[in-house]
């Protein structure tokens, strides 16, 4: 697997992900980190032109780097409930395809201490390229459970203990009126369709997002980022009582 993009590339190394690494031959001295880190875990580097970059990046922001990086270990829904260290807090992706949004949301999920994501193995963006430029590097550290149906990995985790909550803009309660200090799964779906209704129908309750102003509708990546906030605020003010 490829990524590109310095912060990504220099998470992916600390992580001990990568294998091998191409560099600009005119990078500078914006890549000296990576080298040196490189050379810290005898990680093979080879310089190359800018335009072979672009050709391994498929166009996308390279920033001089590349690297080849070993597959993610494969989680099971199961292990991401066991191996969380208080009350789980998972993300569920829903046909969420847009490798930037999923991005973006692993790099909230990493930030809020989640402890991991689901998504479904079929048609769903890939782990490289733009989604890990996009995760800032978070993709080398959150814990990710690729399931074969979603609405069957929530099942899945009814059984565990862990309560399901869809977001979607009909839903009659708010975000904030939810106890998110329980076992937590926020289920979010594609951007324009929302959840699926075998999906929504099979969440434990449904949450919305107030919209004050003309346009009815966040980017799922930003809804993400609230409801795992709010989710983070609420368990602060619990541990701190």
Excluded: F
Aim: one cysteine or more.
């Amino acid at each position: 697997m490829l990524i590109y993009g310095i912060n990504p590339v220099l998470e992916a190394l600390r992580a001990g992900g990568v294998t091998s690494l191409r560099v600009s031959d005119r990078g500078g001295k914006r890549l000296d980190g990576i080298l040196e880190v490189a050379a810290q875990h005898r990680i093979t580097v080879r310089r190359t032109d800018s335009a072979t970059l672009n050709r391994d990046a498929r166009g996308g922001a390279h920033q001089g780097v590349v690297a080849e990086v070993r597959a993610a270990k494969a989680y099971s829904v199961a292990d991401l409930v066991h191996d969380a260290v208080g009350p789980p807090l998972l993300i569920v992706l829903d046909g969420i395809e847009d490798p930037h949004n999923v991005g973006a949301i692993l790099r909230t999920a990493d930030a809020a201490g989640a402890d991991g994501v689901v998504r479904q193995s079929r048609r769903a963006a890939r782990l490289e390229g733009a989604a890990a430029k996009a995760s800032a590097g978070a993709v080398a550290h959150v814990k990710i459970a690729e399931v074969v149906n979603i609405a069957r990995a929530i099942e899945a985790l009814k059984e565990l203990g862990v309560w399901s909550v869809g977001l979607a803009a009909d839903a009659p309660r708010r975000y904030d009126q939810m106890d998110l200090t329980v076992p937590t799964a926020l289920v979010l779906g594609a951007e324009g369709t929302g959840l699926r209704r075998l999906v929504r129908d099979r969440c434990d309750l449904l949450a919305s997002m107030p919209m004050q102003g003309h346009v009815q509708s966040l980017n799922v990546s930003v809804a993400a980022g609230i409801a795992l906030y709010e989710a983070v605020r609420q368990r602060l003010n619990r541990t701190s009582r």
